[in-house]
């Protein structure tokens, strides 16, 4: 049953991010805006990494039947949703990788301790909780400044995706438990999150990028 859900999971994963990327594109060729154009890189680099994983599973419920997802093709789409999540950072205009604040440079030591792991998938996870999560704070340091009532369902958005990469994490820790399920479903809210703000692009033809400066 678990499996199965991870494997709709998934499915739904990828439709959802196939929509964001949909939407970007047709807002990038209404408005030129090369934000809309990095979010379309981003959210089609997400949507085919829940492909992959997806694939993954199908191909064990139907070919090998080993009863778990090969490790190679979870931590193959995990890497390419990291490269989606770096172009969903950039077009935060991050200055640098790090803020200024020493407050808020200190969400980057946290997540470190995952890089010591010898295994990918923790390292591509540890630095997507850090784009996340920077991306996150930098968006609500934005509506603070500007008020600009799309920014907070953009950070609302980030902040999902990156409490589900570290519970994506936390369920290595805890392998028998549902914190892999539950990290999908957050994802997914996260996305959706995203969704709002870049659904209204096509429709309205508004500038973008003040969502995401």
Same mark, same amino acid.
């Given at each position: 049953m678990e499996f199965l859900l991870e494997n709709i999971l998934n499915l739904v994963g990828f439709l959802v991010g196939l929509?964001? #990327?949909i939407m970007s594109y047709? #807002?990038?060729r209404n408005t030129g805006s090369p934000t809309l154009f990095r979010l379309t890189i981003a959210f089609s680099s997400i949507s085919l990494g829940f492909f992959i994983i997806w694939t993954g599973y199908m191909v064990e419920d139907f070919v090998t039947k080993s009863g778990s997802i090969e490790r190679w093709i979870q931590t193959l789409g995990i890497a390419v949703? %990291? $490269?989606g999540y770096f172009f969903i950072a950039f077009s935060h205009s991050i200055k640098s990788f790090f803020p200024k604040s020493s407050y808020f440079r200190s969400i980057g030591i946290f997540p470190l301790? @995952? $890089?010591s792991s010898v295994q990918l998938e923790h390292i591509f996870r540890s630095v997507s909780f850090i784009l996340l999560a920077? &991306?996150?704070i930098e968006t609500m340091l934005s509506y603070f400044e500007n008020r600009n009532k799309g920014a907070i369902s953009v950070a609302i958005g980030l902040a999902l @995706?990156? @409490? &589900?990469e570290f519970l994506g994490w936390y369920s290595f820790v805890f392998p028998e438990s549902i914190l892999y399920s539950a990290s999908m479903i957050i994802k997914i809210g996260g @996305?959706?999150?995203l969704f709002i703000p870049v659904s209204k692009v096509p429709l %309205?033809?508004?500038k973008f990028d003040d969502d995401f400066e």
């Open positions: 929509a964001i #990327g047709i #807002g990038f949703q %990291t $490269v301790f @995952l $890089v920077y &991306g996150a @995706l990156a @409490l &589900g @996305l959706i999150a %309205t033809k508004i």
